[in-house]
């Protein structure tokens, strides 16, 4: 391609709209924010969304604390301030995922109402949703898959969630689900059963008949 | 759905791999990391080839100072700390990005070596694009878009890359790009070009063909 004949032309681009970056991928771009105590079975949930969604061709990503407590908030520990801005830069990433059109499901115990809500804050309405995961304690500490619990009712893990910190429940969460006695398959339908009918995707059935 | 019999199942999810994940979104996820001197070009680059790698039913974001100052490292100013610590974070997000499957542009100055070398230690060979946005000092001074040059000359902006603050140029980056007397589309199809060619997606024809 030959060089412009002007020296002084606008070296400008061009923006992707949102609008054109869904209709392209076929989905809206949103936070699911899965919060409960530890052993609640958040992760587990929110990675089997993301199979479900995947297999009807639904982009999705779970962030939680495997992959961001060892890099991006490797700097930070368990203080109530460092809680906070660890929720904080999640929120911040999550806003990004889903302004990539990404169906963005974090994972993490997020304890204090305010910290959930400035999340919130980020996302346009409609595009954020909180799913507390109500696992009721003493069923979470009879999982209890890390061996946490146990450690914590000894006291050697300080300011643990639900023993030795507060946990401050949802108050009008999107969704809430108990997860005791229901299998994971379940409780991730319900999931993604409400992303569908909020109009996030569609069946991939559906795309095809488009 | 019935409750499962037993109460002591195991609550385990499973994991979407990243072949599966690249499998079902038909590209391979990547960092493409634009570095360059204050109105070099390195956005308006970065948003042209977003636009482009769209279009050919590829997912794309661009991370930049204007989505990351804002929000996530608010937080930081421009100390040799700060910087380092805002191109740490980016680095992260970027890794998130393409560990989602996304191909992640990234948009900034990034002036030191080592900082864009952390960068590229958090991805596999082959995912990681170094792209030197090499256009001169002088050019990038007479374009001067928001006219932070001007002021960096007055001295009314301390620590300004090129001025009163060091650029390390990439010693091998994947692609160095002179966009002076060329035109946005041109460099961007010269990047686009790049990324096809290291097989992390396949043109939409070739995708119908298979």
């Known amino acids: 391609?030959?060089?412009?004949?002007?020296?002084?032309?606008?070296?400008?681009g061009s923006h992707v709209t949102r609008e054109e970056r869904e209709l392209h991928m076929g989905q809206k771009g949103a936070v699911v924010w899965f919060t409960g105590l530890s052993g609640s079975g958040k992760s587990t949930l929110a990675r089997r969304v993301e199979q479900i969604l995947l297999e009807q061709e639904v982009t999705a990503y779970?962030?939680?604390?495997?992959?961001?407590?060892?890099r991006l908030n490797a700097d930070?520990?368990?203080?109530?301030?460092?809680?906070?801005?660890?929720?904080?830069?999640?929120?911040?990433?999550?806003?990004?995922?889903?302004?990539?059109?990404?169906?963005?499901?974090?994972a993490f115990i997020s304890p204090y109402r305010t910290d959930r809500?400035?999340?919130?804050?980020?996302?346009?309405?409609?595009?954020?949703?909180?799913?507390?995961?109500?696992t009721p304690l003493d069923v979470c500490e009879r999982r209890d898959p890390k061996g946490l619990y146990k450690k914590?009712?000894?006291?050697?893990?300080?300011?643990?969630?639900?023993?030795?910190?507060?946990?401050?429940?949802?108050?009008?969460p999107e969704l809430a689900i108990n997860t005791d006695g229901r299998t994971v398959y379940d409780c991730a339908s319900e999931v993604v059963e409400t992303l569908r009918t909020h109009g996030l995707f569609f069946a991939a059935v559906e795309r095809l008949a488009v």
């Not at 520990?77 to 809680?83: K, L």
């Not at 999340?119 to 409609?126: F, I, K, Q």
Request: net charge neutral; with cysteine.
């Open 117 to 134: 809500d400035a999340a919130r804050a980020l996302l346009d309405a409609g595009r954020f949703f909180e799913v507390f995961v109500d």
């Open 152 to 172: 914590a009712r000894a006291g050697t893990i300080p300011n643990f969630t639900g023993i030795s910190a507060p946990y401050e429940s949802p108050v009008n």
């Open 1 to 12: 391609m030959k060089p412009p004949k002007s020296k002084n032309i606008t070296w400008q």
């Open 76 to 106: 930070l520990g368990f203080s109530p301030s460092d809680r906070t801005e660890n929720i904080r830069r999640v929120g911040c990433v999550a806003q990004l995922m889903a302004d990539a059109g990404l169906i963005c499901l974090t």
């Open 62 to 70: 779970v962030l939680d604390g495997d992959n961001l407590r060892h």
